[in-house]
């Protein structure tokens, strides 16, 4: 299994200001993934980050609002920029298991924009 | 239309009755199916998966895929308190990552003493 960090757990931002989410694994692993979590909605992939390239990034999520840096194989951030209360969300990392079929999850960082 | 439908709930049962739980999709070319339980505040968890058709039998829990009417399930038998969570369905289109997946909005599940 893999044990994933992130940090803040929470956060209330003000509109118009960005946020830097951090995820940490305690292993290496080639694909980290960032899920949006939506009230009331189910969870949606936002982009897949591997290190040493860009993050891929699924329809309806764009670099400039969702920058990710992925420094190396345990590291990764999602940046919320230019944030507006529609961005109000649970922010989840996630990485797949070795050889395994299954994704182990962090346990999210709940953002509030006001 | 979603590509994977499932009832939010919420779902609540008197404990030691079976738990029943479905979602659809859309997209045939799923292959792997899966079930995760999320309690409040915490980050998803895998129950189990299946692949392709047929069914799944882990303690108290079955998992059934019918790819024809693409429908998949999940019973807990003897529920208890502690399986009260938001359990979600959720789906892969292909073997080279178990990380992209495509997840229904969950069902809440309370399970009443």
């Known amino acids: 299994s893999a044990v994933i960090s992130q940090k803040p757990s929470r956060d209330i931002c003000q509109r118009g200001t960005s946020l830097t989410i951090q995820c940490q694994v305690d292993?290496?692993?080639?694909?980290m993934f960032w899920y949006r979590q939506q009230p009331g909605q189910s969870l949606t992939l936002i982009a897949t980050a591997n290190q040493g390239s860009e993050a891929t990034y699924e329809s309806g999520f764009v670099i400039d609002k969702f920058p990710i840096s992925r420094p190396n194989l345990t590291f990764s951030t999602l940046t919320v920029s230019n944030m507006s209360p529609e961005d109000s969300s649970i922010y989840l990392c996630?990485?797949?298991?070795?050889?395994?079929?299954?994704?182990?999850f962090g346990q999210g960082t709940r953002l509030t924009v006001v | 239309q979603k590509e994977v439908e499932q009832d939010p709930g919420p779902l609540s049962v008197p404990e030691g009755a079976i738990v029943s739980l479905n979602c659809t999709y859309s997209n045939s070319a799923f292959q792997y199916f899966m079930w995760y339980r999320q309690y409040s505040r915490k980050g998803p968890e895998l129950l189990m998966y299946?692949?392709?058709?047929g069914n799944k039998e882990d303690g108290r829990f079955t998992a059934q895929v019918d790819k024809s009417s693409k429908y998949i399930s999940l019973f807990i038998r003897d529920s208890q308190p502690s399986d009260s969570a938001t359990y979600l369905c959720a789906m892969s289109l292909n073997t080279d990552s178990w990380g992209k997946l495509q997840f229904g909005a969950g069902t809440q599940v309370v399970v009443t003493p």
């Open positions: 292993s290496q692993v080639t694909m």
């Open positions: 996630s990485v797949e298991g070795k050889g395994r079929v299954e994704a182990f």
């Open positions: 299946t692949y392709s058709s």
